[in-house]
């Protein structure tokens, strides 16, 4: 049973930055074979696909976090992160990473592609 774990969750003001990270356990399967995404739900509103990575590395962002958002991987430490950075305060959300290992929805946004999921973990941005 792949297990996630996420933290890194936080409050801050408009403007600065957090670091989510999501800690991968329990399979078989290398976790480099792994394709994990970061989705947020905000009060109110469906689940949306924030960022996803594949497992050669190649990664896809959702409109509204290009170029402030990062997702990277690290295969060592089994572990997916995601930086944000010039946050607002419409990123406030729940935020939760994702896994699969099927090969052929690599780089999806939709979160019927993923097989497993985390906790999540909170992110408030004060204006």
């Known amino acids: 049973q792949v297990q996630l774990v996420e933290s890194g969750g936080g409050s801050v003001q408009a403007g600065g930055s957090l670091r989510l990270s999501c800690a991968a356990s329990?399979?078989?399967?290398?976790?480099?074979?792994?394709?994990m995404g970061w989705f947020r739900q905000a009060p109110g509103k469906e689940r949306e696909g924030v960022a996803t990575i594949d497992y050669d590395g190649n990664t896809a962002y959702e409109d509204s976090v290009k170029g402030r958002f990062t997702i990277s991987k690290d295969n060592a430490k089994n572990t997916l992160y995601l930086q944000m950075n010039s946050l607002k305060p419409e990123d406030t959300a729940v935020y939760y990473c994702?896994?699969?290992?099927?090969?052929?929805?690599?780089?999806?946004?939709?979160?019927?592609?993923?097989?497993?999921w985390g906790q999540g973990t909170q992110v408030t941005v004060s204006s």
């Open positions: 329990g399979y078989s399967t290398s976790y480099y074979y792994m394709n």
């Open positions: 994702a896994a699969s290992f099927d090969i052929r929805k690599k780089l999806s946004l939709i979160g019927g592609a993923y097989t497993y």
